[in-house]
């Protein structure tokens, strides 16, 4: 359901070649991606030397009276900018704010910034290996762990593109960065399995170019979509344009769950807008749910991120599609990205349910996904109580059953309704007549690419990376002998170690 799950990152970067203020692209860039994280936002610029705003919360308006000082102090042509949500580190106020995004390190005089999207998994062996350089560094956030080990890279081998490698090869996870070097060297690159999404593209006039998480980001500053990055790809952008380089690519594994969750609609990953993949996960599942289409009287999604499914699913079937459900408009926090304690206040505050048009039918509830199955349990209440006769909870993400090592915040076994309970179970937890969920193959065909070119591992354990199978494949012994987890399990210092994040219940 909207409202009820941390993502990880989003990242924009550019550089302006007649040397103007890049400033107002990098802006526009990453609020158009607000929606990646809230928890804070930052930009770092670069006129040769790094220019830095940080602060928590999501990117703040620019009164017409404060433009002067905000480009003022973030002067340059090259710039990187981050909207950050915590899948990684501690989530305490001070340790959020020394967590955000982009971040800068320097070692014998040589610099490097980034902006950075995902979540390492062999934290700890990095976390080591950095220690050792730098013995005073406290861990705050993957992006610092990845800056680090690039820095230490650079220092050594003297080029970017070498270091990189290096890092691509020696960090598991998924990573897509973009950054800029002391020189000015503006870059981006993907992790071996290109998790995480990145695109390029370019202004019409050929002096702008930038990396985006998602097209949106360029979309918004009139800048035309190039290319998404391909897995281990390192991309560099000057006078010469792009220059593309593949550097280690050990297979293709994009998040799944960007399609029905994450992403803009309006955004476009593999040459198909979101939103179109998400109408075809609404006609599948009428496909494979006859049964309950031929009882049900109507369709309501949750705004928004059910809407599309909801369109494709009234179009499949011929059903109305009512739209009883109406976003307060003003009211803009979403409640996925609270912290747990604040999680159920808004969901109430946020959605406007017309108690008249449900009373005494039989509902279709369109949702993206279940994950702790608290909101939709919340949803079915409401329902209920405004007369609905039935209730079916339609899913275009298929049952999430394992986490995720790869920057969604879902990262242990015990927090996932779905890892322990059918869909029948599901049902009767949360007061639905009926739980059906998009199956693996519906989902992977909609979504047009191949099912080896896709991550699948928090919908069937099996996973891309190996030390994140290995870890998935422990703790889940641990979990159905019946043991809570108390940590993230990517946190553990390595497999023998997945034991201390169990306790007894
Ligand atoms: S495990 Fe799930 S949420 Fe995580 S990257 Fe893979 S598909 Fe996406």
């Keep these: 359901m909207s409202g009820h799950l941390g993502m990880d990152c989003g990242v924009f970067a550019a550089i302006n070649l007649d040397k103007e ?74 340790s959020l704010q020394s ?37 005073s560094f406290s861990y705050n956030c993957d992006a610092e ?106 297979g293709k594994a994009f998040c799944a769950f960007e399609f029905a969750y994450f992403a803009r609609p309006d955004s476009r990953f593999d040459d198909k807008y979101v939103y179109e993949i998400r109408e075809e996960f609404g006609r599948n599942l009428a496909r494979e749910n006859q049964d309950i289409v031929k009882d049900a009287d109507l369709i309501i999604s949750m705004p928004e991120t059910g809407n599309d499914a909801a369109y494709g699913l009234h179009e499949e079937t011929g059903l109305r599609w009512e739209r009883a459900t109406r976003r307060h408009r003003f009211v803009t926090e979403r409640a996925f990205i609270l912290l ?68 969604i915040d879902m990262a242990t076994y015990g927090e996932l309704i779905g890892s322990k309970h059918t869909p029948e179970e599901i049902a009767k937890i949360v007061g639905a007549d009926a739980v059906r969920y998009q199956s693996i193959e519906g989902f992977v065909k909609a979504t047009g690419m191949r099912r080896d070119e896709l991550c699948l591992g928090c919908i069937t354990r099996r996973y891309p990376t190996p030390l994140a199978q290995q870890l998935a494949d422990k703790m889940y012994k641990w979990f159905i002998k019946g043991y809570k987890e108390t940590g993230r399990i990517y946190e553990a210092v390595d497999l023998t170690e997945t034991r201390s994040l169990c306790s007894k219940r």
């Design 145 to 250: 762990l990845i800056c680090r080990k690039l820095l230490i890279e650079l220092t050594e081998q003297k080029d970017i593109v070498s270091a990189v490698k290096t890092c691509m090869e020696e960090i598991e996870g998924a990573f897509s960065v973009s950054g800029i070097t002391g020189e000015g060297k503006f870059f981006a690159f993907k992790d071996p399995y290109g998790i995480r999404p990145l695109c390029a593209g370019h202004g019409r006039n050929g002096r702008v170019y930038a990396f985006s998480s998602e097209s949106a980001g360029l979309n918004i500053n009139d800048l035309i979509l190039d290319f998404e990055l391909e897995p281990g790809e390192f991309v560099a952008a000057s006078e010469d344009g792009f220059k593309r380089e593949g550097l280690v690519r050990k």
């Design 340 to 407: 747990p304690h604040e999680r159920f206040k808004t969901i109430d505050k946020k959605i406007n349910v017309i108690g008249e048009k449900v009373k005494g039918k039989k509902v279709i509830v369109i949702d993206d996904s279940i994950v702790r199955g608290d909101t939709t349990r919340v949803v079915v209440e409401k329902l209920r109580k405004m007369g609905a006769k039935k209730v079916y909870i339609f899913v275009t993400f298929p049952r999430i059953v394992g986490p995720c090592f790869y920057g």
């Design 99 to 135: 967590g955000t995004q982009p971040v800068i390190a320097e070692k014998n005089g040589v610099k490097l910034a980034i902006s950075f999207n995902g979540n390492v998994v062999n934290t700890r062996q990095l976390l080591k290996e950095i220690k050792e350089v730098f013995p």
């Design 21 to 94: 203020t890049v400033f107002p692209i990098l802006y526009w860039g990453i609020r158009a991606q607000n929606h990646r994280g809230h928890q804070s936002h930052g930009f770092v610029t670069y006129d040769g030397q790094f220019h830095v705003h940080k602060a928590l919360d999501l990117v703040p308006k620019i009164s017409r009276e404060n433009v002067k000082s905000w480009t003022a102090k973030l002067p340059g042509h090259i710039g990187l900018a981050n909207v950050r949500y915590t899948t990684s580190g501690k989530i305490d106020h001070a």
